[in-house]
């Protein structure tokens, strides 16, 4: 009964490849997140999504975009993959409210070779 | 304005012993304050969150300490336990606005 659920949980690519992540959230959550955590764990959010609606693009390169197909999905391409694209990718979700947490996944270890 | 700053980065406490990380912030117009809790290997989680017009919040071994006038927070565990050694992110934020996280303090407890 997992909530939020991402696959794949390791991504190992060569540069310049396309690679997709997938997140699924089960809480019936309105928003979801995409999150980068790096070597230092630095988290540093991404995009947003409300209802499928994109609320948050935070200075993220183009190669970078999220596709909400509904609002229980958010899915995250990332084309021309860098050796600096390599981190810990973690979807999330919450309630609208001021004080909903965040309901993160376990995230998905991307390396770049 | 929009950071949070957090210290120390890494900490190890004996077990038994008290934890403390802090953080500070400058955006006046937060009013919400959590802290989150992660393993090694899993997604943050909620451990505790406070808002601005109380100055403490207690959740078993867990407290956090507010100062609304110095613009710092703190989270204290008490008797810690091998099993609170995790990474702590602190975070706030300003009304519906996006969550702004700290820096991460890595807590060891040694046994």
């Known amino acids: 009964d997992t909530a939020v659920s991402q696959t794949p949980k390791y991504l190992v690519t060569q540069m310049g490849n396309d690679k997709s992540i997938k997140c699924e959230q089960n809480?019936?959550?309105?928003?979801m997140y995409w999150y980068k955590q790096d070597s230092k764990k630095f988290l540093k959010i991404m995009f947003s999504y409300n209802n499928k609606e994109l609320i948050i693009n935070e200075t993220v390169p183009n190669r970078f975009s999220p596709k909400s197909p509904d609002k229980a999905h958010l899915n995250l391409h990332i084309n021309s993959l860098e050796l600096g694209d390599s981190a810990v990718y973690f979807c999330?979700?919450?309630?609208?409210?001021?004080?909903?947490?965040?309901?993160f996944g376990n995230g998905t270890r991307l390396t770049v070779t | 304005q929009q950071q949070v700053k957090q210290s120390p980065q890494s900490l190890i406490v004996q077990k038994g012993g008290i934890s403390i990380i802090n953080c500070a912030y400058e955006n006046t117009a937060f009013d919400y304050f959590p802290w989150y809790q992660q393993f090694p290997g899993k997604g943050p989680a909620l451990l505790i969150a406070i808002r601005p017009d109380v100055s403490e919040k207690k959740e078993g071994r867990f407290t956090i300490s507010f100062n609304k006038s110095a613009k710092q927070f703190s989270l204290h565990i008490m008797d810690s336990q091998p099993g609170d050694s995790a990474t702590y992110f602190c975070a706030a934020r300003a009304g519906f606005q996006k969550l702004v996280f700290g820096t991460g303090t890595r807590l060891l407890v040694s046994p």
């Open positions: 999330a979700s919450s309630q609208p409210g001021r004080d909903s947490p965040l309901h």
């Open positions: 809480l019936g959550h309105d928003t």
